[in-house]
């Protein structure tokens, strides 16, 4: 009996030993509870109203995405402004696009927003339709146009608009839909005196492209530059366009040659994500530009392919709506939303 005391007492101390040293040994963080993590993307939970290739602007937190077409031929065209609230996921119609149009560029300017070019027709692939130099703008405040504005002197479409000093830029684009040539040319936009002017070309002609403000310049990035659709001449080029200087540089290429991409800036960072290489298809693939070394970083690739689709900021995190994808039927218009956090 006093053998098996001393035995029961010996195994019980070998254990309390055993719980002591692992109760003072440093533990592992527990998955998500205790480690921040970035560099991924999430699938949101509501979708957009419908599926369409639109353009997209951000104003005070709100997403507006601006009218759009069926595809990316202007089969059809919509004129609705749809407004979504990223922190709520919650969808409100405003009011409809005085003009009709697709391929246009749209861009925030104190409070309003500034909608340009386009083709106000469509039809399908085998319309050859010619870009318009219309622009109109919006505010959301009021929910109502402003339409008695000065177009562009350069008639385009899938071009780049963007805001500096109180200033809009539009930059490069193509002046129809079929047997195109793509623009390098540059013009300025004031708005307080209702009037276009030439500035210096790019250095490279483009359409298709996006374009992202760091510091007072535009990052001009992708796009096609020659062919009847973006897919035909996808590039990886990048130029710098300085408008305090009137200056344009080359930049180090993308690592991927890509078209009707988007980009947004967040932190000083230029982050590319989606869009379709030369008839590759749409792509997930997501990368970082660097301003301040002129260098590229892949991340973390969408949860789904797309390109051609619209995108937003909010809270710091970057929103990637809707857009052309693939399925195993084909092309589909995509109605999901994806955050990036960085």
């Known amino acids: 009996m006093r ?102 560029a749209a861009c925030a300017l104190d409070g309003k ?32 146009w402003e339409t008695e504005k000065a177009p562009m002197n350069h008639v385009r479409m899938q071009f780049t608009l963007n805001a500096v000093n109180g200033k809009l830029y539009a930059i490069a684009g193509k002046q129809r839909q079929c047997a195109a040539v793509a623009q390098k040319v540059v013009e300025e936009y004031d708005p307080a005196t209702d009037s276009w002017i030439k500035k210096k070309d790019m250095q490279t002609k483009r359409f298709g492209h996006t374009a992202s403000v760091v510091d007072g310049k535009i990052y001009v990035i992708g796009g096609s530059n ?27 290429d993308m690592p991927a040659v890509r078209t009707g991409l988007r980009s947004d800036v967040i932190e000083g960072k230029i982050y590319a994500f989606g869009g379709a290489g030369i008839w590759t298809g749409p792509l997930k693939i997501t990368e970082m530009y660097d301003p301040a070394t002129d260098t590229w970083t892949e991340k973390a690739d969408m949860k789904e392919a797309r390109e051609s689709h619209a995108s937003g900021i909010f809270n710091g995190k970057i929103m990637a709506l809707g857009g052309s994808g693939v399925s195993d039927d084909g092309a589909v218009r995509l109605k999901n939303i994806e955050e990036y956090t960085p």
């Open 3 to 104: 053998t098996r005391c001393i035995i029961l007492l010996g195994v019980f101390c070998i254990v309390f030993f055993i719980y002591c040293d692992k109760k003072s040994a440093p533990t592992e963080p527990e998955g998500d509870k205790s480690v921040t993590k970035t560099n991924f993307w999430k699938l949101k939970n509501k979708p957009m109203l419908s599926g369409k290739l639109t353009q997209s602007v951000t104003v005070n937190d709100k997403i507006y995405l601006i009218g759009g077409t069926s595809d990316e031929y202007g089969t059809e065209i919509y004129k609705e402004i749809e407004e979504y609230d990223p922190e709520t996921e919650s969808w409100i119609t405003k009011s409809e696009l005085p003009t009709k149009r697709w391929g246009f």
């Open 226 to 252: 020659y062919g009847n659709t973006m897919y035909d001449g996808a590039i990886a080029s990048v130029e710098i366009y300085d408008p305090a200087a009137d200056t344009c540089i080359a930049a180090a």
């Open 113 to 144: 927003i500034y909608i340009c070019g386009g083709v106000t027709s469509g039809g399908g692939s085998a319309v050859d339709s010619i870009a318009t130099g219309l622009l109109e703008v919006y505010d959301p405040r009021t929910n109502r």
